[in-house]
T-cell receptor, first 109, second 112 residues
């Protein structure tokens, strides 16, 4: 099974940078995903890492260290619309995802 | 292209009643999934199907059943609903070669 931990809440100011950490203990690893979920809506895909290192996509970047069981999602130049929950998910060899409980990010003006 | 649709959007159900949540995708994805999302617990996998005609149990399968008669449809049935099944249910699909899952809009179910 998978044990996935991420902080419950984070608050940051508009224009700032926030880093959301995710640690995992897994019986099988086949990639790590980050999803964004606005209140009352479905999760939407943000990023995917299967190899160690940093993946950059616009204002969002995701990092993975498989040896440490660690990932982070970096949100730069925060905007009010970035207020949402961010879900870390680990994929196993059967392509099933196990999700963390999510980190609620609040962006303040 | 609609992607993934779910029905109903929301439902209030008496305990003991049978209920089927519908999920349809038009992306020809081979894999489909059902999750429930509860406050503080995140998304938990109920059942999944890697291809039409096959299904598997996820983390919390008890009280739920699924079928996958064709590629597009993946209904979730609660045979006899209980209050602990009050939750938001999300259906998702993926192309196994890509792996990224696409989620439907969700069904909010309340069992009284």
């Amino acid at each position: 099974g998978q044990n996935i931990d991420q902080p419950t809440e984070m608050t940051a100011t508009e224009g700032a940078i926030v880093q959301i950490n995710c640690t995992y203990q897994t019986s099988g690893f086949n990639g790590l995903f980050w999803y964004q979920q606005h209140a009352g809506e479905a999760p939407t895909f943000l990023s995917y890492n299967v190899l160690d290192g940093l993946e950059e996509k616009g204002r969002f970047s995701s990092f993975l260290s498989r040896s440490k069981g660690y990932s982070y999602l970096l949100l730069k130049e925060l905007q009010m619309k970035d207020s949402a929950s961010y879900l870390c998910a680990v994929r196993d060899e059967d392509y099933k995802l196990s999700f963390g409980a999510g980190t609620t990010v609040t962006v303040r003006a | 292209i609609a992607g993934i649709t779910q029905a109903p959007t929301s439902q209030i159900l008496a305990a003991g009643r049978r209920m089927t949540l519908r999920c349809t995708q038009d992306m020809r994805h081979n894999a489909m999934y059902w999750y429930r999302q509860d406050l503080g617990l995140g998304l938990r996998l109920i059942h999944y199907s890697n291809t039409a005609g096959t299904t598997g149990k996820g983390e919390v399968p008890d009280g739920y059943s699924v079928s996958r008669a064709n590629t597009d449809d993946f209904p979730l049935t609660l045979a006899s609903a209980v209050p602990s099944q009050t939750s938001v249910y999300f259906c998702a699909s993926s192309d196994s070669t890509e792996g990224k899952q696409y989620f439907g809009p969700g069904t909010r179910l309340t069992v009284l």
